[in-house]
């Protein structure tokens, strides 16, 4: 499989592409990064070009140093973060059967996932009964294919109600590039676009397997006039999304808008099955999306990542969030941010790549997200099962990773009391060498990566060890 | 699996059904090998949450039907209880306080509804019609099929006296009648009085613009001006 042009990262999950040249982890140490070191500073990741000339999408730690350099969006992002917690806590605050609400909707969504297949049958059964088709597409890319070969069918122009899994397939640009006329149904002009298009394209919250019906909600009503007015409608969605009953959706009305607006519900809500006789477009398609669901389906401990409802609460209560925002976890706006985004990347990616590697030590482990989580994923005890992964992918390298190095060479100091303390001495030489201002940025070279994301204090000129000698025996001598 | 099904085609009719069937055998082939044995029993779903509301504010109908009136009008929604009797003179009187001079009804409105109108011409929907038609409009007149007191929500399903989902979508005022027996005190309340079968709209309060902070948007979509009767029984 070829990887076209700005779409390596979201292709085929499943057929490894090549490591991201220019930034793996195994911790190259070439002339660039001396320089940056002599520098003082990271090169702009966005310049920042693989071999082949493409971009490399950044780590989360080089993406992060950019987002936290820049104080006016820092500033913008804590105040419009900390709003949505407020409100979060306020929302899910008030019912007082909440905790039942959560517990009833982990296993709503277990449900759904364990029995994937079955759900997903019952549902294209029901669609098909109701007059629509589903399409099934196992990546981006199909995915793109079904939706602008029904766009041309329509006319050459859709109207889209933008949504996380049409940014996730990159679905507009791709429209655009084939020639179709792409109509933003939440833009300026959106109400005459929608009014006017011919063919419309909207995402989805939830697919009842039961009974073949889409459920949606917004705020603005721009997927509602698109599931309305044009004569077809096409409707993306994570195929994850399936949930075994309508009368599961009890409980998911509740979580969701809650957990996603600090809303007791969520202005706009639209369900509705295959075509509706004289109300409604007269042709209804739904793509089903895997796109490395699958994958994140296969790993026994980390489907549970696959609850997620996409309500984006833990990104709201997340402190390392709070200060970078969504870019470091997804450079590509096309995945997931925040919490869930650290895990549902490397999850359906794999942890081959150093961008992906990066993401599961993005994060402190305080457990906030998993408090919040309206379906109770252990975000935290996935991201350390990430680590594992992580950890062991690179094990058995025959070059061994700065850090495993590192870590033997550390045993091996500190197994003798005088390898120690020559080695305290001669390190703390070192480290005020390159620490400035009394501070340490980063490390050079192979051991950069540890420090990046924290700053260490330069140590003392003398260590506890030799003061303790020197004060004992001046002490001696008074004495 | 290989990537065969991907390879480049042509868009075209009824021979698309072999790929989509490929396309689809393949995700399912994926699906059930990532899950492993099937399951003998599906996953129990524990459920401890309240099935309806409880509590002071459902002690009684009419405290439910007070909850419901609150939070309406909590989100920006011009709300007033009327009896029976006065309904066909509240609605001519919102329909006044708009400035309407034409507005459009599902065909099978109660004649009654609109019985003192003054000067104000009601548009059926029957037959159909069309968008241009329904955007010229000052507003539209409905029932609803449930309303939900706890999130302050009606619930459209194109059932009697609704119509279909274009006519409360389009024109930019909508004042719904709610029937006090037809107000439920929470979302589960509502979910099992509903058949997911018919086309569903919730409305809690008028549409908002999405994504504070965000690109430039346009108007939101729906109508921007919420009205509500609600008909004490």
Known sequence: ?479 | MTARDEAPRRAAGPDEEPARRTARDGVLRRVRGALGAPRRTPVPVPRGYLTRLTGPEAATRADVVALFTERVAALGVAVRHVGADELATAVAAVLWGWEARRIVVPSDLPFGWLAELDGVRALADSPVLDVPALAGVDGVVTGCAVAVAQTGTVVLDGGRAQGRRALTLVPDRHLCVVHADQVVGAVPEAVRRLDPALPQTWISGPPSASSPGGPPHGPPHGPRTLGMLVVDD
């Open chain 1, 1 to 479: 499989m070829s990887l076209r042009e700005g779409e390596g990262e979201a292709e085929a999950p499943d057929h490894p592409a090549p490591p991201e040249r220019g930034s793996d982890v195994s911790g190259g140490f070439g002339l660039g990064t001396l320089l940056r070191l002599v520098g003082g500073q990271q090169g702009s990741t966005a310049r920042r070009r693989g071999q082949d000339g493409k971009p490399v999408l950044p780590r989360f730690a080089e993406a992060a140093r950019e987002a936290l350099a820049d104080a006016g969006a820092r500033h913008d992002l804590a105040e419009s973060v900390g709003t949505a917690r407020d409100r979060l806590a306020a929302a899910t605050g008030e019912p007082s059967d909440w905790e039942e609400l959560r517990t009833a909707g982990a296993a709503i969504r277990d449900r759904a996932l364990l029995d994937l297949g079955t759900h997903l049958e019952a549902f294209e059964r029901a669609v098909t009964d109701a007059g629509g088709t589903v399409h099934w597409a196992r990546n981006a890319s199909a995915a793109r294919r079904i939706v602008a070969s029904l766009a041309e069918d329509g006319g050459g122009e859709v109207a889209v109600a933008d949504g996380p899994v049409l940014r996730e397939v990159r679905l507009a640009g791709a429209l655009a590039e084939r020639g179709i006329t792409v109509r933003d149904a939440a833009g300026p002009e959106g109400r005459d676009r929608v009014r006017a298009a011919r063919v419309a394209v909207t995402g989805a919250d939830f697919l009842v397997a039961d009974s073949g019906t889409v459920v949606l909600l917004e705020a603005d009503g721009a997927a509602r006039a698109c599931l309305t007015l044009p004569e077809t409608l096409v409707c993306v969605a994570g195929m994850d999304r399936a949930v075994p009953s309508w009368a599961d959706m009890e409980v998911l009305l509740q979580l969701l808008p809650r957990t996603a607006g600090g809303d007791r519900l969520s202005p706009q809500v639209s369900a509705w099955t295959g075509v509706v006789p004289g109300d409604g477009p007269s042709e209804v398609h739904v793509v089903l999306v895997d796109n490395g669901r699958t994958r994140i389906l296969g790993d026994e401990v980390g489907r549970e990542a696959l609850r997620c409802i996409g309500c984006g609460a833990c990104s709201a209560v997340c402190p390392v969030y709070e200060r970078v925002g969504d870019r470091p976890y997804d450079p590509g706006g096309t995945g997931p941010s925040g919490p869930i985004g650290a895990v549902w990347t490397p999850l359906a990616r794999g942890v081959d790549r150093a961008r992906t590697a990066s993401l599961p030590f993005a994060s402190t482990l305080c457990g906030a997200c998993a408090e919040v989580c309206p379906v109770k994923i252990d975000i935290p005890g996935l991201l350390v099962h990430l680590r594992g992964e992580v950890v062991d992918a690179r094990r058995n390298r025959s070059v061994p990773t700065p850090e495993l190095a590192v870590m033997r060479g550390l045993a091996w100091t500190m197994a003798d009391a005088r390898r120690f303390e020559a080695a305290v001495g001669r390190g703390s030489r070192w480290a005020r060498l390159v620490a400035r201002g009394g501070r340490i940025r980063r490390l050079p070279g192979l051991l950069g990566r540890w420090t990046e994301a924290r700053d260490l204090a330069a140590p003392p000129a003398e260590s506890f060890r030799s003061w303790w000698r020197r004060h004992e025996a001046a002490r001696r001598r008074k004495g």
